[in-house]
């Protein structure tokens, strides 16, 4: 499967530890998105890599959490000290620098 | 900003029915417009988009127009399947430097047998 991949695809934390993910994109896609997506609500955007550059964060970005996207390859996005709040689906995405975006399937956090 | 609304859901139709879907956006520059789907269990696909006014996308028995008059980019579908069963999300991206999708809060489709 050449899809974007993401992983783990469910992780269950303790308030407070940290938590890393990682995702793999589609193989030559220069752009990469994270997004987080809660219970009835659509995609929000986070942050955006054009190869090894992180280009731009969202505010709902907090100081805990911070990505990167070394030799503009793999991405990881790591939440420190996790709130309850920070539970969600965060989804990963990868486009060769058209208006496509092909995502993964996503990893669901779940902070008790 | 950019942002997208959906008419509220869930949807339950039963199947050969025929579906619309509303949504409407606003956006600072000129936007391209998509719908991505959800089935169970998978991650978000691309659907269907249109890149400027009056332009139809389709794929799969849906159509989308987008009309920049009325700020919409309505999904259509003649006759659901059960197949059809997902969550639907209308998008856009105003092209610059840093593209990135902004989507609406997502409507549920349910097609009965």
């Known amino acids: 499967d050449t899809g974007v991949s993401q992983d783990p695809r469910h992780k269950i934390t303790k308030r407070g530890q940290n938590v890393t993910f990682r995702c793999d994109p589609i193989s030559e896609h220069n752009r990469l998105y994270w997004y987080r997506q809660t219970l009835g609500q659509g995609p929000e955007f986070l942050t955006y890599?054009?190869?090894?550059?992180?280009?731009?964060k969202s505010r709902l970005l907090s100081d805990r959490f911070s990505a990167e996207r070394p030799k503009g390859s793999f991405s990881t996005l790591e939440i420190q000290r996790t709130e309850q709040g920070d539970s969600a689906m965060y989804l990963c995405?990868?486009?060769?620098?058209?208006?496509?975006?092909?995502f993964g399937q996503g990893t669901r956090l779940t902070v008790v | 900003g950019d942002s997208v609304t959906q008419m509220e859901g869930p949807v339950t139709l039963s199947e050969e029915a025929f579906l619309t879907i509303n949504c409407t956006y606003t956006a600072t520059g000129y936007p391209s417009l998509f719908w991505y789907v959800q089935y169970p269990g998978e991650g978000l696909q691309l659907l269907l988009k249109?890149?400027?006014?009056?332009d139809k996308g389709s794929n799969k028995g849906f159509e989308a127009t987008y009309r920049k008059e009325t700020t919409s980019f309505h999904l259509e579908k003649g006759s659901v399947q059960v197949s059809d069963s997902a969550v639907y999300f209308c998008a856009l991206i105003v092209t610059g430097a840093n593209s990135k999708l902004t989507f609406g809060k997502g409507i549920t489709l349910s097609v009965r047998p």
């Open positions: 249109a890149t400027k006014a009056d």
């Open positions: 890599f054009q190869n090894e550059a992180q280009l731009e």
């Open positions: 995405a990868s486009s060769p620098g058209t208006f496509e975006a092909f």
